[in-house]
């Protein structure tokens, strides 16, 4: 069936259609639902609870569906999780089908790191639809990792919502990784004096996967702060919409937002477009985007495989020193080797 | 602390004159269209195009995205007003009250001084059209669209709409419906002018529209500048301005198109402008939007041969209730394509800036090259300014990159020109020039100084 799903917050010339997305989704129904491992080894410091509402609901994103499952946590005020807590999804064949709310809400001075991972344990398609609204109070530090391990016919639809308080912190590590059907809306709300927002995107699209990203930091508050960064590449076939605003709202004085994409080619049939926007109504703020896009240096391929590495492996080397910057801001360090073999693995 | 004056009285901009017409259309009809085609005894393919074009802007709905447009009601404007004279060969020749204006615009002085010809062009109808001796005897080509369709007819044929089509939008279709006046110059292949050409568009009745074609065809290995002027005085009814450029510059040629815009502040400026560049051939657009109240205005460089280049400079001044759209489109359709952008915007009174660019880099476009830079000043925090960039990308071989920055003026920057004796207010206004400065420059001087005067002019009442 065909949707027409992630709108950009302000609307441009319809050329290259990209103020939103015509998607055709073919969305399974739910013969069993998925099994759910959350493991945490300081549960005095949150609270858990999961429902299953089959309900209706919506996101950013613009598509409803029936929501299967709600985890609600909240992080203790003043409390510290030493130890990162994991929630896994696990798609197999009877169970292929997930639309998952997670809610987190990081009590006043708390500070907590989630991963959040969505794994295909077979072949079959998955259909990921995931809605993840976080409430960051006052001094609360959020960081939340999100991995797609799906397989590569897979839908990952991702709607991510922030509140962020007075000098709350979020910050969001997505690996989008695998998956046919890839679209992402993010959205913070830095409502109040000194909070702050970090977006870190790492991407690959390869064979004939869509992407589609559409990210938005509204700063509200005094002082705010927004960075969000991308880095891809793009192979084969894939086609990637990367759309992204920073809206500098009256009277966030002395404001900061910076958004930065860097997309990397490596097929000549891979299609690129970008929508980095900035939006102001704020005379005392400082803004800024930059958007690049190429493919491997042939001065830096060649110097690399002077020193008796192959086309392939030095690709690699490129890759991996183009998406190093954003690794190393990955603080969980099973996690980031994690991430990297599947890097190496998809490339 | 801000010194605000209202109502600044924009001096040579704003001059009224009481005009003699004899034809008036009002609104866009087949009557009024049948009109202005029998004034202007036009062949009838040209008639058939005003009525495709007619069926198409009925057809046609107004944008779904840029500022709103729905308080233009076409059948409240009068889209043809024929001003009492023909075209003339000498300013002494011009009516009084027509060459009043014009000399207090500076044209004719500008004439004689730096220009290697001149066409002025009053509400619909061209009223001066002049080319040096020189510059003719090399064969160039240079008068009133009118003129062009009944003395060229085989050349416009072969150029007209070709590069913009009639369905592009909903304005270009009112446009090639209601054309009237504009000019059409023709460069032979080879001939490099040393001096540039200059069209003035003024725009003197009120609630009326203009709707001028301007066609420029650079031949081969041939060079031009061309200046493009347009002004309007200031009335409470809404104006229109729904032109069209249309721009040929083949292999090997170039051409500086320089345009400086101070259209009155009840204007809506829905201009259109297209450019096709040929293999080793340049185009450079060179921009200043200073007036009107909307503006959506995104020239198109197509780069159809290899090497062909494309350099934009722009500059966008927003003041109270004004809404600035502008930018920019470039496809690259060739190997080893080039397209460079540096453009600018101040905000200030409520004022809106919105720069859009839509960048296309074709699959053929093999190692294309683009760079843009945008650079927003807010001077308030009543105003707007919005960065909207869309960039498609189809191949490997390309090295692209955008950057775009917004801000207010540095404190430090002020306080370290206070510390030399300037007061707050003159530092603030040396910073606004400074940044606007790389574009003057792009300029010729003698427009360079008429854009520093532009700017100082909307910087009075709010700094200094």
Redesign the interface.
Known sequence: MKYILNETP???????M??NINVDLDIPLVYKLNIINIVSDEMDKIDIDINKPNTNETTKIGLEDTLDYEINITVKEYEELKNDCIIEYHFTNDANKLFSRININAKESSKSKFIIKFISEDDTPAFNYLKQINNVEKNAHLDISIVANINKDSNNLIAIENNVEESGFINHNLYDLKGNKRITNYYTDLKDISSSNNLNNIYIGKDDSLLDMNYLTELKGVKTESNMTTYGILNDKAIKNYKSTID?K??CKKAFGKEYENVL????N??????????????????????????VDNNQLFYIMSRGLSKSEATKLIVFANFNSLLKKESNEELRNEIIELIEKEI | MKTRIDNIDKNIYNIKTETKYIKKGVGISEDVIRLISKEKEEPDWVLDIRLKALKLFNELNNPDWGPELTELDINKIATYIKPETKKQMTWDDVPNDIRNVFDKLGIPEAEKESLAGVGAQYDSEAVYHNLSEKVEKLGVIYTDFDTAIKEYPELVKKYFSKAVPLNDHKYIALHYALFSGGSFIYVPKGVKLDYPLQSYFRLNAPGAGQFEHTLIVVDEGADLQFIEGCSAPGYNELNVHAGCVELFVNDNANLRFSTIENWSKNMLNLNTKKCFVGKNAKIEWIMGSFGSKVSMLYPLSVLNGENAKCEFTAISFAGNGQNLDTGLKVIHNAKNTSCVVNSKSISKDGGICTFRSYEWVKKNAKNAKLSLNCESLMLDSISRSDTIPVNKIETDDVTFSHEATIGKISDKAIFYLMSRGLSEDEAKALIVRGFAEPISKSFPVEYAVEMNRLINLELEGTIG
Do not use: Q, R
């Open positions: 302000v609307k441009t010339t319809n050329g290259f990209i103020n500098f009256s009277g080619l490596l097929s000549d891979a299609i690129t477009k970008s929508l980095p926007m900035l939006l102001c109504t704020e005379e005392d703020v400082n803004g800024s985007h930059s958007v690049s896009s190429g493919k």
